[in-house]
């Protein structure tokens, strides 16, 4: 379950998910991605999900890196990269020209990442409550 996924990883950074806030969008994944012009997808490893990524609509133009989390014996083997294109690739072909993303300074390996396709750091009007960064970048 993928829920179980985004604790396990917050948990390993002192991060707490909120299932009825910041979390609420992986309760129904088909309702709040797929239904609304985004997309999501998981990596398994012997039946278990191992990570997950997701493009969240913010607007026609405008879309949201959510949910991407990799369990730490899995990182350090090109996956974060292969989904950060598989993203890229799948908010281009949804016609967006824009992603925006939250993430938290802890996360040191996600924000190299980050910055390593391009993301920059501004100041949004909203964040999240365990985030303390947003990064965006055109696509």
Known sequence: MVFD?????????GLKTDPE?????????YQHYFRRGGWFSVIEKDGKIIGSYGIYPVNDVICELRKMYLLKEFQGQGLGRKMMEEALSRARELGYTEM???SNTVLKRAL???????FEEYSPEHLSDRCDLTMKRKI
């Open 21 to 29: 806030g910041t979390d609420h969008d992986i309760s129904d994944i």
């Open 100 to 102: 925006i993303l939250e």
């Open 112 to 118: 190299a990442l980050y910055r390593k396709y391009g």
């Open 5 to 13: 996924l985004v604790r396990t990883v917050l948990s390993d950074f």
